[in-house]
């Protein structure tokens, strides 16, 4: 399985392994961003990994995306995923101990896969959008799960 070599062969042995999905793309569009499809931006990121930080003596941050670039430019220090198929990011995600998500379902059901603590972005969908307005955050995201 090459979500479990990619671990085995690019982070620490000993620590925990906190993946972080990041969703731009499609979300960066003027059309989604007008119904409320929002992206976390990195004052979220750094916080959420901060939560981590301070729970375990030792973490490693896997950074997954659809906009590798962006990721390369703006996230120094972490592993970022070479990964192309969405298969493969899932598997990752899954594997990891504790999970960030962003915005959108596949972070979403990524955190969930994975079973352990999971940090969201409160930014999602941007509150009093039309997407909002039909949206449900007591059914989305689970009580347990940390809003930033």
């Known amino acids: 399985m090459k979500a479990d070599h990619f671990i ?7 620590y925990k392994k906190v993946c972080i999905h990041i969703r731009r793309g499609d979300f ?3 059309r989604q961003l007008r119904n409320g499809f929002s992206v976390a931006d990195l004052t979220y990121i750094k916080r959420a990994k901060e939560v981590f930080l ?4 030792k973490v490693q941050f896997v950074v997954l995306s659809n906009d590798k670039k962006w990721c ?10 070479n990964f192309t198929e969405p298969g493969d990011d899932m598997a990752l995600m899954a594997l990891c ?4 998500v962003t915005s959108g379902t596949f972070g979403w ?10 940090v969201y972005f409160k930014g999602y969908p941007r509150p009093m959008s039309p997407i909002d307005r039909r949206f449900n955050r ?5 009580p ?3 809003g930033l």
């Open 97 to 100: 101990d504790d999970v960030v």
């Open 144 to 146: 347990h799960w940390i």
């Open 28 to 30: 960066l569009k003027e």
């Open 72 to 81: 390369k430019m703006h996230i120094k220090g972490d592993v970022i995923s």
């Open 54 to 57: 301070k729970r375990y003596s």
């Open 109 to 118: 059901w990524g955190a969930w896969l994975s079973g352990g603590t999971t």
């Open 138 to 142: 007591t059914e989305y995201y689970p």
């Open 8 to 14: 085995r062969t690019s982070t620490k042995s000993g």
